[in-house]
Nanobody, 118 residues
Framework: QVQLVESGGGLVQPGGSLRLSCVAS????????MSWYRQAPGKKRELVAS????????NYADAVKGRFTISRDNAKNTVYLQMNSLKPEDTAVYYC???????????WGKGTQVTVSS
């Protein structure tokens, strides 16, 4: 069975940093693009960042560009999201997703809570 497990969330003050991790199992990790989404209370789930399966091309939402970095380690079946200069508006549940061709989501993780507050 496919499983994506996020970790690294928590409470951080504005301006702080967190690194999220997502460990995948039950799939050929290197064959999938990986994405991070987030969902704040009362809002729709939105795409935060994505990274391609092989060439490592990345894309970011405008709201996080320059502050967040997505990366992957195919040998460890893990995708990361380094989040710097965090703002209160970054508060959300962050979800890892495995992406098949043409952007079709193959699997979701259960999410990890990130709260940015003083």
């Amino acid at each position: 069975q496919v499983q994506l497990v996020e970790s690294g969330g928590g409470l951080v003050q504005p301006g702080g940093s967190l690194r999220l991790s997502c460990v995948a199992s039950g799939l050929a990790f290197s064959s999938y693009g990986m994405s991070w989404y987030r969902q704040a209370p009362g809002k729709k789930r939105e795409l935060v960042a994505s990274i391609a399966s092989v060439d490592g091309n990345t894309n970011y939402a405008d709201a996080v560009k320059g502050r967040f970095t997505i990366s992957r380690d195919n040998a460890k079946n893990t995708v990361y999201l380094q989040m710097n200069s965090l703002k209160p508006e970054d508060t959300a549940v962050y979800y890892c997703a495995a992406v098949f061709r043409l952007g079709v989501i193959h699997a979701w993780g259960k999410g990890t809570q990130v709260t940015v507050s003083s």
